[in-house]
């Protein structure tokens, strides 16, 4: 499996070569000689005059990957998410240190006594879809609810050790290791095909003295806890489950 840049349109030209050099990537340029079959397993960056999205294989009917606010804006919601942050104070702040490609953060953001969020994401190349994905957003939903977005590209261990912002609410989401990749969305299985980082040990027990209030952890249900550390409580579901850390 491999990870190349690929772009539509000579105008596109120096952007891609930009970003290449800033990820380490090659860039992959189609010809009438390519046989598609030999990059089934392969992951695309592609860069076009609206957006960047991810692609696997060149299939044209590859469903693509990217940061899609104005849908999640409305057609998602994770009222289990929602169920382990009542009881925050009235204007809450959060900290989300696994950002992704942001969808876990505007769910957070739709919480009305949500003030504010900060999101973090270490990989490069899913910051730039983060950026892109609200550079593109149009709905009136969705910008009202990116307004409380910051982002940053950094390492979040380095972050919250660093920081001297304080915050109600962290969350973490660390990949689901050892469940098998069939069952995941496309999102999720592209985050784990290509992540090349792993967050550092310490990450749950940094955090809870951080946090003013709370430390939320996601897991798939059948997973110990982070760092072997119990929660308050947990909130769970069919597939996942909330671990609940209250410091106050």
Not at 8 to 17: C, F, P, S, W, Y
Not at 72 to 80: A, F, H, P
Not at 141 to 150: G, I
């Amino acid at each position: 499996m491999s990870f190349f840049i690929t772009y539509e349109g000579v105008d596109l030209k120096n952007k891609a070569q930009d970003l290449s050099k800033r990820l380490d990537t090659q860039i992959f340029i189609e010809s009438k000689l390519t046989k598609k079959n030999d990059y089934a397993d392969d992951y695309f960056l592609v860069l076009t005059s609206g957006r960047k999205y991810i692609s696997k294989g060149l299939r044209k009917n590859s469903k693509p990957i990217f940061s899609d606010f104005d849908k999640w804006s409305v057609n998602y919601e994770d009222r289990l998410l929602h169920k382990s942050i009542r009881g925050l104070p009235q204007k809450f702040t959060c900290l989300d240190l696994t950002a992704g490609f942001g969808k876990d953060s505007l769910e957070i953001s739709k919480i009305k006594n949500c003030d504010s969020i900060t999101l973090v994401e270490k990989e490069l190349w899913v910051y730039e879809l983060l950026k892109d994905g609200l550079k593109n957003a149009t709905s009136l939903k969705a910008l009202d609810l990116l307004s409380k977005f910051r982002i940053y590209n950094l390492d979040n261990f380095e972050f919250i050790q660093s920081s001297e912002d304080s915050f109600d609410l962290i969350y973490i989401d660390p990949m689901f290791s050892g469940v098998q990749k069939s069952k995941a969305k496309k999102h999720m299985q592209a985050l784990r095909d290509l992540s090349s980082s792993v967050n550092s040990p310490g990450l749950l027990k940094t955090s809870l003295e951080k946090a003013k209030h709370r430390v939320i952890v996601k897991r798939h249900k059948n997973m110990g806890y982070l760092e072997s550390l119990e929660p308050t409580r947990s909130v769970k579901g069919k597939v996942v489950r909330y671990d609940v850390y209250n410091t106050k």
